[in-house]
């Protein structure tokens, strides 16, 4: 059974950094890209992310509201993607989703929140 | 960016009735590769975004078939043949085509 579950949200102060988690299993992760969204409370669904798998480099792609702030990182013997967040902003508060990606965004998690403010 | 624009933003339906939920982007989603990579997400109340139809028309695994997709090019439709009381949530448009991937502002079902 594929399994992803967000992990690492927290109260966290403006200008502050976070790391979240993606862990997965059932599945060889390997093989599949990652892609990270958003939803600010009572909001809409907002892509922040995506990272390739290495097959095909295994390299990244931002949305321009957090580009080089977020970096987003895999390793690929823990199943496990990760989500950099620094200098953060109180319009980063949001849940936030790990998808799996293989031509289609399947498999969701449960997202883990993550609240900045003073 | 490509900006998706679905319509209506609510739709009050009876059960058992059908919904229609239309996404026009502002560019061609026809990737070039050959494929458009046109999704539709449900997102129940309290719950994360679920993948119901990818590539325009495909039915994810467990999808029941009350819910098709159709579509080319810019303008895309998502229909549920008989709207049942689970179908109650919010339904997005998602393009991936290129990035930044985009999503729709969401719609509205709710039963009547």
């Known amino acids: 059974e594929v399994q992803v579950v967000e992990s690492g949200g927290d109260l966290v102060q403006p200008g502050r950094s976070l790391r979240l988690s993606c862990t997965t299993s059932g599945f060889n992760f390997g093989d599949y890209a990652v892609s990270w969204g958003r939803q600010a409370p009572g909001k809409g669904l907002e892509w922040v992310g995506f990272?390739?798998?290495?097959?095909?480099?295994?390299?990244?792609e931002y949305a321009a509201s957090v580009k080089g702030r977020f970096t987003i990182s895999r390793d690929d013997s823990k199943s496990i993607a990760y989500l950099q967040m620094n200098s953060l902003k109180i319009e980063d508060t949001a849940v936030y989703y790990c998808?799996?990606?293989?031509?289609?965004?399947?498999?969701w998690g449960q997202g883990t929140l993550v609240t900045v403010s003073s | 960016d490509v900006v998706m624009t679905q319509t209506p933003l609510s739709s009050p339906v009876s059960l058992g009735q059908p919904a229609s939920i239309s996404c026009r982007s502002s560019q061609s989603l026809v990737h070039r590769d050959g494929d458009t990579y046109l999704n539709w997400l449900q997102q129940r109340p309290g719950q994360p975004p679920r993948l119901l139809i990818y590539k325009i028309s495909n039915r994810f695994s467990g999808v029941p078939d009350r819910f098709s997709g159709s579509g080319a090019g810019t303008e895309f439709t998502l229909n549920i043949s008989r709207v049942e009381a689970e179908d109650v949530g919010i339904y997005y448009c998602t393009q991936a085509t290129q990035f930044p991937w985009t999503f729709g502002q969401g719609t509205k079902v709710e039963i009547k």
């Open positions: 998808t799996r990606y293989g031509g289609r965004p399947d498999y």
């Open positions: 990272i390739r798998s290495k097959t095909y480099g295994g390299t990244t």
